[in-house]
């Protein structure tokens, strides 16, 4: 079967770093996508791996090992409105998006 | 540039009624388009997908329909709702890229069945 993880819950100091981890075992691999959930919101694009390395983007950063079946989210200089959701989605190789349960961020001041 | 509509925003709905949920698309043709259902705490799960008119597929065997008359036009659907059907519906299209296919989400219906 597909399955993605991500951890539940993760909580974090404003200012600081913080790093969501996913792992993932698909049927085939055409990218991971990073998304963003603010509380009772839709979902919002935050970035896309398909290739080994680290895509940085402001503040986030996105790392993709394919060989690993791992990528992981890295958000700096935290500020209290990253208090959200991060889920982690791959695209299979028939290019549906699977999709972890995600991770909900607390951020305390 | 291209906007999606969802409605009713909240919905409170006894068990066995029935239900019709809209999403409509703007600024884009022929957009694939999909509906989700998100569980409290959950992650997404895809319910249908359209590629175009008069054209579903169905991921999870449920109580639920879904219709494409249009071409930007995705709308939900079920005789008789259950409590399980709680949740909240997401439609998205889906933007074809060189690089990539993204997905952009409209603002959601949170269903909540009595």
């Known amino acids: 079967g597909q399955n993605i993880d991500q951890p539940t819950e993760m909580t974090a100091t404003e200012g600081a770093i913080v790093q969501i981890n996913c792992t993932y075992q698909?049927?085939?691999?055409?990218?991971l996508f990073w998304y963003q959930q603010h509380a009772g919101e839709a979902p919002t694009f935050l970035s896309y791996?398909?290739l080994d390395g680290l895509e940085e983007k402001g503040r986030f950063s996105s790392f993709l090992s394919r060989s690993k079946g791992y990528s992981y989210l890295l958000l700096k200089e935290l500020q209290m409105k990253d208090s959200a959701s991060y889920l982690c989605?791959?695209?299979?190789?028939?290019?549906?998006?699977?999709w972890g349960a995600g991770t909900k961020l607390i951020i305390k001041p | 540039s291209q906007t999606i509509h969802q409605w009713p925003a909240t919905l409170v709905q006894p068990v066995g009624s029935p239900l019709s949920l809209e999403c409509t698309v703007e600024?884009?043709?022929?957009?694939?388009l999909y509906w989700y259902r998100q569980a409290a705490g959950r992650g997404l799960q895809l319910l249908f997908y359209?590629?175009?008119?008069?054209?579903i597929s169905s991921e999870v065997p449920q109580n639920l329909s879904a219709s494409r008359p249009q071409d930007r036009q995705f709308i939900l659907s079920s005789k008789k709702l259950l409590l399980s059907d709680s949740g909240f519906y997401l439609c998205?299209?889906?933007?074809?890229?060189?690089?990539?296919?993204?997905?952009?989400f409209g603002p959601g219906t949170r269903l909540t069945v009595l």
């Open positions: 791996n398909v």
């Open positions: 698909t049927s085939g691999f055409n990218g």
């Open positions: 359209s590629v175009g008119i008069g054209q």
């Open positions: 989605a791959v695209l299979d190789s028939n290019y549906q998006l699977i």
């Open positions: 600024g884009t043709s022929n957009p694939n």
């Open positions: 998205a299209w889906e933007r074809t890229a060189i690089s990539y296919n993204e997905q952009f």
